[in-house]
């Protein structure tokens, strides 16, 4: 008896973590016409809605819509990102929890842009380089490092970082995109 109070106890806890550590509102709007939606904090409350809904005859509602009502910027354009559905809802929210918010902009990368599932992304997430900056300033950094130093001061002027730039972004090298309002590249885009 005492092991099933600890996990109640332990369920409880964890309901309670994801509410304040992302505090993010999500509303399952259902395909059924005739029922209405809740709004919910984590799969366990919308398992726990989704047993009790019934339409206006008092059927069972088995499927339902998931949208982003609330929250931070950064959990919200990953939950466009990653295509959140009731399918892979518990996953998403297991990324909330389990993936450092520091891999987001990753974790955003390669499910918005290179268009990996959530499960592949999470697998690919170390090989990703980010850089915090424009293509351009990436591309800038990257030449300096690599080829400034055998180019004569004097000459270094005439460099075109943004042509360079360009380059690297048609040759798939880099690549630029916004995460939560923050401009990012990806200095390893062929690779991954």
């Not at 005859?57 to 949208?67: A, C, K, P």
Request: glycine share 6%.
């Amino acid at each position: 008896m005492e092991k099933i109070n600890n996990t109640r106890a332990d369920s409880q806890s964890k309901v309670e973590a994801h509410q304040i550590a992302y505090d993010v509102i999500l509303y399952a709007q259902p395909y059924n016409l005739d029922a209405k939606g809740f709004y919910f904090h984590n799969p366990e409350e919308f398992g726990d809605e989704t047993e009790h809904c019934l339409d206006a005859f008092g059927l069972h509602v088995e499927e339902f819509e998931i949208q982003f009502i609330d929250g931070n910027r950064e959990a919200c354009d990953l939950f466009d990102a990653c295509g959140v559905n009731q399918a892979n809802l518990g996953q998403f929210f297991d990324i909330l929890d389990d993936v450092p918010e520091y891999q987001w902009p990753a974790l955003y990368y390669l499910c918005d842009v290179v268009g990996d599932d959530m499960e592949t992304a999470i697998n690919k997430l170390d090989d990703v380089i980010l850089y915090t900056g424009t293509l351009k300033e990436a591309a800038e950094e990257l030449f300096d490092e690599c080829y400034a130093h055998s180019i004569p001061e004097n000459l270094r002027f005439y460099i075109d970082y943004e042509k360079f730039a360009r380059d690297c972004e048609l040759g798939g090298d880099m690549h630029e995109f916004e995460f939560a309002g923050t401009t990012y590249t990806c200095t390893n885009a062929a690779c991954v």
